[in-house]
């Protein structure tokens, strides 16, 4: 009976070991999957799309302090970031109002007209004369809040 009990663990043993053997890349996974779906992760965005009209709406208040990070891209030019720093306890309009101003201070107003709407939305317009733009939502680590990134 012991030499059966032994011989099945050994079995069980065995047979885990070739199972793991065979997946080698199951901590990188794990690892990508963990940080694919950590707080703040946004999925990359698959192909740009460009337009000359974009609404930013928050949703709720922080209840932690972070960052918010956007990607503007012109068309045909160089992409940069807009970061946005939230302290914990900030309103939906409070956030707002910060996205609005680092817009304003980071990109400048001369290529895109920066509106508020509502006291939880952000109007990002084109100037007349300027390319089209992408906008996207990069990350966000400010706990609490929703922000959605939506054409116009």
């Known amino acids: 009976m012991n030499v ?3 011989g099945i663990a050994g079995t069980i043993l065995l047979f885990s070991s070739l199972a793991i053997a065979q997946d080698p890349a199951t901590a ?17 965005a698959k192909k740009l799309r460009y337009t000359d009209d974009y609404r930013i709406e928050v949703n709720h208040d922080a209840d932690s302090d972070g960052e ?9 030019g160089t992409p940069q970031d807009v970061t946005v720093s939230i302290k914990n306890g900030t309103n939906e309009n409070a956030v707002a109002r910060e996205i609005k101003k680092a817009f304003e201070k980071q990109l400048g107003t001369k290529q895109q007209n920066i509106e508020m709407e509502d006291g939880e939305n952000v109007i990002i317009e084109r100037s007349m004369g ?5 906008l996207v939502l990069v990350s966000s680590t400010v706990k609490g809040i929703t922000v959605k990134v939506h054409w116009d």
């Open 4 to 6: 059966l009990r032994v």
């Open 130 to 134: 300027n390319e089209d733009v992408s």
């Open 68 to 76: 918010i990070v956007f990607r503007v891209t012109p068309k045909g």
């Open 28 to 44: 990188e996974s794990a690892a990508v999957a963990a940080a694919s779906t950590a707080p703040g992760a946004v999925a990359p």
